[in-house]
């Protein structure tokens, strides 16, 4: 035995008690029944290792796998190693095999009838790109309002976001729809806001949804959305994360999550003018929060440090 626990020290000493004093006198001082004693003593051999529980699984079952049956079923896998689970026991069936197929996988996992799992390659992701000044790279996405925000059943809002890689300075508008000419509008309006802060916006990045691109589209997949037009046109580059991979995105869904946080949590809107007001206002304040990634600036401040230094070289 690799390791003596405390239960079986304790034994150890009642047993060594009860055979010296009695089991009587070792029911009283060690508070345990005198069947306890004597059923310990069956087993006990005078080593500290015979006083170890003993697994409780029994031996065997009246209802187990025959020989036969175990013998049917190796048959039948050697036979057929790519048959899956179902199929086999369906085939086995056919033989006269009456047990459930859950029976059948713990019996093939007993026996080890299953291949070894492949080892599986671990995704190594690349190494995030800083980026080195604002407007290098512009991370947009698009927020559904909650519907719990909104006092007329019937309206849809939806909060378009653009947020600068570089100084985390966001931009956002509000829309009644969720549409390639709701983003290419959102577009045109983003680069003007960015232009009167002198900030040219050279890339966006965008996820892969259908109001970006038809990257994933069945009948239009070689078809530029609107969006995709208005970018060519302005002369911006717009690059597509990979896909079901927010996290590449991570900057923008952040903001989105502060905003259900700050905003949407304690905010109602009555029409799309009222939503888009109170937006801007909920967007200057955002605009001036500190922000730990900015090493507790806000993203105006970053900008500005950021022009200072571009002057002073």
């Not at 302005?234 to 869904?253: A, C, D, M, Q, S």
Request: aromatic fraction near 12%; charged fraction near 30%; proline fraction near 6%.
């Amino acid at each position: 035995m690799d390791s003596i626990t405390q239960d079986m020290r304790f034994r150890q000493s009642l047993m060594q008690y009860a055979e010296k004093y009695g089991v009587s006198r070792a029911s009283r001082k060690y508070n345990k029944s005198r069947s306890y004693i004597y059923f310990w003593l069956n087993r006990w051999d005078g080593s500290v290792e015979s006083l170890a529980c003993q697994p409780r699984r029994p031996h065997s079952h009246p209802n187990q796998h025959t020989e036969e049956e175990l013998k049917l079923i190796q048959d039948m896998r050697r036979r057929n190693p790519e048959l899956g689970m179902t199929e086999l026991w369906h085939r086995l069936k056919k033989r006269g095999y009456t047990r459930r197929p859950e029976s059948l996988f713990r019996v093939m996992r007993r026996l080890n009838m299953f291949p070894e799992a492949q080892p599986r390659t671990l995704y190594k992701p690349k190494p995030y790109e800083q980026m080195e000044y604002p407007g290098q790279r512009v991370q947009v996405d698009v927020k559904v309002v909650p519907r719990c925000c909104i006092a007329d059943p019937e309206l849809r809002l939806f909060q378009y976001t653009a947020i600068d890689e570089y100084s985390r300075l966001r931009f956002v508008a509000a829309y009644p729809e969720q549409s390639t000419f709701s983003s290419a509008d959102f577009l045109k309006k983003l680069t003007e806001w960015y232009g009167r802060r002198n900030i040219r916006v050279e890339c966006v990045q965008t996820d892969n949804g259908f109001e970006f691109t038809n990257r994933f589209a069945n009948t239009k997949k070689d078809i530029p959305t609107l969006f995709e037009k208005t970018a060519a046109q302005l002369g911006i580059k717009h690059k597509l994360i990979r896909p079901y991979t927010p996290r590449h995105n991570g900057k923008v869904e952040r903001s989105h999550r502060e905003d259900q946080k700050r905003f949407y949590s304690s905010h109602s809107f009555y029409s799309l003018d009222d939503f888009a007001k109170q937006l801007a206002a909920h967007l200057k304040r955002s605009n001036d929060f500190p922000m730990r990634p900015l090493g507790w600036l806000s993203p105006k401040e970053k900008l500005a440090i950021f022009f200072n230094t571009v002057q002073d070289d």
